[in-house]
Every structure is written in C-alpha cells, then in structure tokens.
Nanobody
Framework: QVQLVESGGGSVQSGGSMRLSCLAS????????MAWFRQAPGKERERVAV???????SYTDSMKGRFTISQDSAWNTLYLQINNLKPEDTAMYYC????????????????????WGQGTQVTVSS
C-alpha cells in the first residue's frame, strides 16, 4: 500500500507561482511512476506531468514551460512547481502513483494509476 498526501495549494493571483508537494509513505519502493493530474470543475481529469523512478519526465504539451515536476532522492516527496499561473490553472491537483514493473512516462494515463492522493485546490484569480 502507498499513501499520498498533497499540500501547498491555495489562492494566488494571476502571474504568481506555487509549489505543490506530495508526501508518499508506505511501500514506496514499489512505485515506478509518480504524476500530477488536475481536474477543473465540470471538466475531465487531465494529466499534468509524470516522472519515472529513473528521473525521466514527461509533460502534457499544454503544460510544457510553466510546470516542472521533480522528486527528492529518497522518492518520498514529489513536487510540482507552477510558474506564471493563469486563471485556467484553477483546479484540484492530484498526486498519483503507479506500481507497474516499469514507468512509461510518455504514455501514462489516469487509468494506469494505482494510488491517488486526496487532492489540493489551486485557485488563480485574475
């Protein structure tokens, strides 16, 4: 079992920055991929970024440039740095983990995820 707890969300004005964190606990050595997803009201959940246990990252095209995913060396904490926030970034952001044998960062989808955090809300005002 893996437990994921996000933090760092809140309200910010357009143009600001925010760093989200996700603390992983439990059998973290089983994790092959970690990712951030987000879901805005009335919209489907979408993938933001993925990082594999070899450090390979993948970003959804619309997220490239302003979003940076990273992890600590112990694979205990996942981060998402968001710069130049826009109102359309307003969403619940979820940390996710996959425990498959290997990480295919480019192709990881929400249907591959084994564990989800409870989410942290990011609200961007114009």
């Amino acid at each position: 079992q893996v437990q994921l707890v996000e933090s760092g969300g809140g309200s910010v004005q357009s143009g600001g920055s925010m760093r989200l964190s996700c603390l992983a606990s439990g059998i973290t050595k089983s994790i092959s991929c970690m990712a951030w997803f987000r879901q805005a009201p009335g919209k489907e959940r979408e993938r933001v970024a993925v990082i594999g246990n070899a450090g390979i990252t993948s970003y959804t095209d619309s997220m490239k440039g302003r979003f940076t995913i990273s992890q600590d060396s112990a694979w205990n904490t996942l981060y998402l740095q968001i710069n130049n926030l826009k109102p359309e970034d307003t969403a619940m952001y979820y940390c996710a983990a996959d425990t498959y044998d290997y990480c295919s960062a480019t192709f990881l989808t929400q249907w591959d995820i084994d564990y989800w955090g409870q989410g942290t809300q990011v609200t961007v005002s114009s």
